[in-house]
């Protein structure tokens, strides 16, 4: 199986401040890696595919990069509503798998 | 608008069994892969199991292996998860995702929660 890792599990950060969170498979998927972004009581909202691809709708402060191992999710100026969880997945393999999961609260 | 609907969670005993169903409206059902993700409370995400548009392919997590089947009626727009000999740590919420090719797990349910408990 595909181990994704996350790092770190938790960000504190103030709304306007640029956020990066890491995102590493145990082998190479290519590209195919996504991120979502989940609220508390909600569900997962899919924000970026093929590694760097923003789904329609999501705003452009939000970019993905990377490939193989290594992907990189940037918020450009974290807004209010961006305090959430946020996950990498891959789809390359199966079993599909998620990393842990990054939060990110108000500083 | 697409929209993902699941429902049949409840509490169940260990061992005992559920039905989970995903209604889905707003897009061509049998033309897609769907997928079971599950959350334990206060954890993370958990893929469960997948089935092709057609149902010819089904993939699930190994906990799941003997123990869960993913099914889908396409003439219906529904997919369901058998759960049986449920145990406790398959508590959580359970969602269903639409899988696109590209895009991965494009849209998603609200979820439905089951608790295995005595």
């Known amino acids: 199986d595909i181990q994704m890792t996350q790092s770190p599990s938790t960000l504190s950060a103030s709304v306007g401040d640029r956020v990066t969170i890491t995102c590493r498979a145990s082998?190479?998927?290519?590209?195919?890696l996504a991120w979502y972004q989940q609220k508390p009581g909600k569900a997962p909202k899919l924000l970026i595919y093929k590694a760097s691809s923003l789904e329609s709708g999501v705003p452009s402060r939000f970019t993905g990069s990377g490939s193989g191992t290594e992907f990189t999710l940037t918020i450009s100026s974290l807004q209010p509503d961006d305090y959430a969880t946020y996950y990498c997945q891959q789809y390359n393999n199966y079993p599909r798998t998620f990393g842990q999961g990054t939060k990110v609260e108000i500083k | 608008e697409v929209q993902l609907l699941e429902s049949g969670g409840g509490l169940v005993q260990p061992g005992g069994s559920l039905r989970l169903s995903c209604v889905v409206s707003?897009?061509?059902?049998?033309?897609?892969?769907m997928n079971w993700v599950r959350q334990a409370p206060g954890k993370g995400l958990e893929w469960v199991s997948s089935?092709?548009?057609?149902?010819?392919?089904?993939y699930y997590i190994d906990s799941a292996k003997g123990r869960f089947t993913i099914s889908r009626d396409n003439s219906k727009n529904t997919l369901y998860l058998q759960m049986n000999s449920l145990r406790a740590d398959d508590t959580g919420i359970y969602y269903c995702?639409?899988?696109?090719?590209?895009?991965?797990?494009?849209?998603w349910g609200q979820g439905t929660l089951v608790t295995v408990s005595s």
């Open positions: 089935i092709a548009g057609s149902g010819s392919s089904i």
């Open positions: 707003g897009f061509t059902f049998g033309s897609f892969a």
């Open positions: 082998q190479s998927i290519s590209n195919w």
């Open positions: 995702a639409k899988y696109d090719v590209v895009r991965g797990f494009q849209y």
